[in-house]
């Protein structure tokens, strides 16, 4: 029930009933109406400026999650990258050196996915991120091609490694010196003569170690120089293995030598000691691998027992300018 209101009348000095008219009534009724609606809007402004919606709140999660997994699948495509890169490395400067195959061409290896318009679909849809989204399906692809690609090269290698087992057998495919024992490399290239500090060329790679230190026939053959050769001035005592299929082996500077000539040896099998004789300014082994003839970089054929970081970290000495042993 509504309450009665009274006001005092001054005329007549009596309170009298207030009468409200229809149209107070209707005032009163529109001006609630409007401040409940500015109220009902700026609260709505208010929440929707400063508060996220549940929806809005999801979504913002979702596109953290997108970029976290991109993130983390960009970083797991350049391993896979690196991998790769290795895995080429080898192929051309190992496999296809030793089984002489023809190398795999840089267009071929390249792997190219042919231009923007190979995903025309992707640019169709008109997504948001597009450019995020089509690199890395493109770097996707292109992974999976040269992938396809070094596959094919392996079982072209494995083809001809089954025509010659007994080639394999013979190769140098080991280190002559054990990694625990190495204290020093120097690689195969441009040095610097130790003894007439002038610019020379080094022909083999030497392993820096304690005299003493066990040095290991690379691959089968037969001892073809045991001791100080008649034509091998400045190796010292030294060692020469005949391999076959053209190649040969060569360690210098030896401080005992423990084969003779004539005798059949196997990979593995200790053929002298480290040590400083010949021209030489400390311990260490010079080694050398010889193709038809001619001196071939030896960090090409350490395949058999170096994983592939310790095989690009031995790239990386063999490159570098350093002062030799010899």
Known sequence: MAKIKYYYNTHTCT?????????????????FIILAALAGAGAYWFGSR???????????????????????????????????ASLQTRDDNIYRVIFEADPIPAAVRGAGIGGANHYKDLLDKGLEQQELIINTFARADKLKKQLYVQAKSYDEITGLVKNKQKMLACLPA???????????????????????????????????AKTGSKIYATGKGVV?????????????????????????????????????????????DVIGL?????????????????????????????????SPKEYQNML????RQSQTYD
Not at 275 to 301: A, C, D, M, R, W
Request: net charge positive.
């Open 15 to 31: 309170y009298e009933k207030v009468r409200t008219s229809a149209w107070d009534i209707l005032f009163n009724i529109s001006a």
């Open 50 to 84: 400063f508060f996220e919606s549940g929806r809005e709140a999801a979504l913002r999660k979702e596109n953290e999650e997108l970029k976290f997994y991109y993130e983390l699948l960009g970083k797991e495509l350049n391993k896979s990258q690196e991998v790769l």
């Open 174 to 208: 080991i280190q002559p010196v054990r990694n625990s024992d190495i204290n020093m490399l120097a690689g195969f290239g441009g040095r610097i003569d130790p003894v007439y500090k002038t610019p020379k060329f080094h022909s083999g790679m030497d392993f820096g």
């Open 224 to 268: 073809s120089v045991a001791g100080y050769g008649k034509h091998l001035a400045g190796y010292g005592q030294c060692v020469v293995i005949n391999h076959g299929y053209g190649y040969q082996t060569l360690y210098g500077h030896m401080s005992k030598v423990k084969v003779r000539v004539g005798q059949r040896i196997n990979r593995g």
């Open 274 to 306: 480290v040590g400083s004789t010949g021209k030489s300014t400390g311990p260490h082994l010079h080694y050398e691998v010889i193709k038809g003839g001619q001196k071939i970089n030896p960090v090409n054929f350490y395949y058999n027992d170096i």
């Open 316 to 319: 990386d000495v063999s490159s």
